[in-house]
């Protein structure tokens, strides 16, 4: 497990490449993580520990993260979070005012400088009541998939997946569902690239907490009665590879959207789809999970 210990950090040294970078500079010159996160940690008397949520483009991580990062400001479960800088409040506002207005948010750029970042202090009111450091990216599923294909095209998501304490790993469970094998090659290419990065041997497993969350279980409620059982049935490829490789892991069936419409502009020739009502199923149980176990 990556990520604990008590804090040392060095003034203007990335917290997540570790280079160094001018006073004044807001982003890392080297992997365009912003130093903010730096700057707000040196307060805590304990490192940030980073959760990775990572996926295939279109699967839903940007609407996920918005109304996680939305639900644990409510106090939602056990929870109670704190935003650390005003920038930890800039996806989690796009989602929801988007959201309201009946809009997906826009796509999240390919251009690491322009992703959105989340610092937040946690505190799980449970029998082990705990504080946790989490700081929670979120990356554009082009960025991943060009990243995996070509490895080291986006240093920092290297950096970011080296150094996470756990990883959210999310599926599109309807496209799986209607026969599309590109949800289970995806992941199954995504935890191969881990497994290389973490340099794990044959007979060792990886050990970070990993949740896979099968997205846009609302167009597929069975994934709900038994998400380990779907992963078996629709996307076997991905079930056989965590079995082998990974020694920490389980499957969660999610969604955030309660209906679809689809709308078309006059002498347009494309449809969109249009968020009728969300209906938050799933949300929070995963990102529990993955703090338990830190």
Request: proline share 6%; hydrophobic share 40%; charged share 15%.
């Amino acid at each position: 497990m990556r990520g604990q210990g008590t804090a040392t950090v060095t003034p203007n040294r990335c917290m997540i490449c570790g280079e160094t970078n001018a006073t004044q500079t807001s982003q890392c010159l080297a992997c365009a993580a912003p130093m903010a996160l730096l700057h707000d940690s040196i307060a805590q008397d304990r490192e940030p520990q980073i959760v990775s949520i990572i996926g295939d483009t279109n699967v839903g991580k940007t609407v996920y993260l918005g109304f996680l990062l939305d639900m644990l400001t409510h106090r939602a479960g056990d929870f109670e979070a704190i935003p650390k800088g005003a920038y930890s409040i800039d996806l989690q506002q796009t989602v929801i005012s988007n959201m309201a207005r009946r809009l997906f948010p826009p796509k999240t750029p390919m251009e690491a400088n322009q992703w959105y970042w989340a610092y937040y202090q946690v505190y799980q009111r449970a029998s082990q009541a705990k504080w946790v450091d989490l700081i929670m990216p979120d990356i554009a599923g082009e960025s991943l998939a060009a990243e995996v294909a070509a490895p080291n095209t986006f240093k920092v998501i290297r950096n970011l997946l080296n150094k996470s304490a756990g990883l959210m790993l999310l599926t599109d469970a309807a496209l799986a569902a209607s026969g599309s094998s590109q949800p289970d090659f995806f992941a199954v290419r995504m935890l191969s690239y881990i497994d290389t990065m973490y340099g794990t041997g044959r007979n060792q497993r990886i050990n970070t907490p990993t949740a896979i969350l099968l997205c846009k279980a609302d167009q597929c409620p069975d994934c709900f009665d038994d998400p380990t059982k779907f992963v078996k049935a629709n996307m076997n490829r991905l079930w056989n590879l965590c079995e082998s490789r990974l020694s920490n892991f389980a499957f969660f069936a999610c969604s955030v959207v309660g209906s679809l419409g689809y709308a078309t502009a006059p002498q347009e020739d494309y449809v969109i789809p249009v968020p009728l009502h969300t209906a938050l199923q799933g949300v929070l149980e995963p990102f529990q999970w993955v703090v338990d176990q830190l």
